[in-house]
Structure formats: structure tokens, C-alpha cells
Antibody
């Protein structure tokens, strides 16, 4: 069974940093591109970033470029999102999702709240 | 960026009704479109990819159609479990944008 488990969310002040992690199991992690998608409270879904299987290609939504870094560790079946210079508008549930186009498998999400 | 516009934003319907949700892309995306269902407090669930390909385990009352810039999701006969919010997503061009969602409510 495919499982994706996010962690690392929490309350952070504007301008601060946070690192999210996603532990993958039940499939060959290194065979799949991976993505992060977020959802602000009461709002719709927003694709944030994705990464190629070997980590050689990364793509970001414009609002994340220069602030967020997606990475992966295939030996540990782990996906990460380093978020710097956080803003109030980054407040959201962040989901880890398998694949880089459509997503058949999602984690349960981790809540990031940016507030003073 | 490609904008995805769903209509309607809210849809009130009854069990047994046939409903259709429309998703329009601001640019040509071929058939690179997915549909998701989301219930409160849970992650989205993939229903359809490539505009019309039903994901494994999704009931056959769900169907998708369209290509280019206009797409539809149809539920042929609503069941109680179908009342949720539905999103389309284009994956033809980065950023992979979602529609704003259609909330399907019980009439």
C-alpha cells in the first residue's frame, strides 16, 4: 500500500524558515517524480513544486521561486521542502503527492501557519 | 500561467440527479487534465486523468470529457457519498494550476 506521511509543519513567524518532510513507503520511491501541493484554509489547491526522480530537475510555482527548495533522498525514501522567508500567504496545509502531473496518491498533509 | 475556471462554483442537487461541472483553460492543454474530489479535512482523491481516464476503483457514474480548452466532469446519478468539492487541474504547462473548485451540495 502506498503511504505518504508528511511532518514538520507548525507555527512560524513571518520571515522564518521551516522544513517539511514526507516519508514514502509501499512503492519504489526512486521511480517516481514527486510533488508538493498546498491548500490555504478554506481555499483551493495550489501546486507548489515538483522534482524529477534523480533530483536533477526541479520546478516551482512563481511565488515559491527563490524561497522554497524541494529535495529528495532516494536512499531514505524521503521528500523535503525547505521553506525560507515565509509569508502570511504561505499559511496552508502542505501535501506531498506522488507524481508530477496528476496525483493518485497524497499524504494527509501538514499545517504550516505563518503568523506573529 | 494557464488559468483554470470552473463553473459553477456551487451546485445544489439531489440524490439521483445527473450533474455536470465545466472547467475551462485559458490556453490549449490538449487532454492534460485531471479531476479530483475532496471532502473536508481530507486529501484530494483522483477521479480522472488525461481528461477521461477513470482512476482505479472510481465508480463508473463518474465520467470526463473534453480536449483543448473545455472539459466536463459528469456524475450520472448522484449518490450521498458524492457531495464534496471537485477540482480540475491542468498539467500541460507549468505551473500545474487547479481550478477554484466546485462545491456540490445537497438540495
Amino acid at each position: 500500500e502506498v503511504q505518504l506521511v508528511e511532518s514538520g509543519g507548525g507555527l512560524v513567524q513571518p520571515g522564518g524558515s521551516l522544513r517539511l518532510s514526507c516519508a514514502a513507503s509501499g512503492f519504489s520511491f526512486s521511480d517516481y517524480r514527486m510533488s508538493w501541493v498546498r491548500q490555504a484554509p478554506g481555499k483551493g489547491l495550489e501546486w507548489v513544486a515538483n522534482i524529477r526522480q534523480d533530483g536533477s530537475e526541479k520546478n516551482y510555482v512563481d511565488s515559491a521561486k527563490g524561497r522554497f527548495t524541494i529535495s529528495r533522498d532516494n536512499a531514505k525514501n524521503s521528500l523535503s521542502l525547505q521553506m525560507n522567508s515565509l509569508r502570511a500567504e504561505d499559511t496552508a496545509v502542505y501535501y506531498c503527492a506522488r507524481g508530477d502531473s496528476w496525483h493518485a496518491h497524497w499524504g494527509q498533509g501538514t499545517l504550516v501557519t505563518v503568523s506573529s | 500561467d494557464i488559468q483554470m475556471t470552473q463553473s459553477p462554483s456551487t451546485l445544489s442537487a439531489s440524490v439521483g440527479d445527473r450533474v455536470t461541472i465545466t472547467c475551462r483553460a485559458s490556453q490549449y492543454i490538449n487532454r492534460w487534465l485531471a479531476w479530483y474530489q475532496q471532502k473536508p479535512g481530507t486529501a484530494p482523491k483522483l477521479l480522472i486523468s488525461k481528461a477521461s481516464s477513470l482512476d482505479s476503483g472510481v465508480p463508473s457514474r463518474f465520467s470526463g470529457s473534453g480536449s483543448g480548452t473545455e472539459f466536463t466532469l459528469t456524475i450520472s446519478s448522484l449518490e450521498p457519498d458524492d457531495f464534496a468539492t471537485y477540482y480540475c487541474q491542468q498539467y500541460g504547462t507549468y505551473s500545474y494550476t487547479f481550478g477554484q473548485g466546485t462545491k456540490l451540495e445537497i438540495k
